[in-house]
């Protein structure tokens, strides 16, 4: 399963960083909270992770063609 690390900020909408392949919420968090080098209180006030949302849009229809 594809897993997201977005930001966390109640002022503003969350914003994509990166994403990883892990099987489990849990792997997931633990990979990001490794690579930000955070511990779990820090990084769950700074980031939220959940299940990254496969586009349904058309590869091949760029921006100019509509």
């Given amino acids: 399963m594809k ?3 977005y930001t966390k900020y109640s002022n503003e ?7 990883t392949e892990q099987s ?3 792997e997931a968090r633990a990979y990001f909270m ?3 080098r955070l511990n779990a209180e820090q990084f769950d006030n700074l980031y939220h992770v ?3 949302q496969e586009s ?3 590869p091949n229809k760029g921006l100019l063609l509509g």
């Fill in 34 to 36: 490794g690579i930000k």
């Fill in 3 to 5: 897993w997201a690390l």
């Fill in 56 to 58: 349904n849009s058309n």
């Fill in 13 to 19: 909408n969350r914003s994509y960083i990166m994403s």
């Fill in 50 to 52: 959940d299940v990254m």
């Fill in 24 to 26: 489990s919420k849990a």
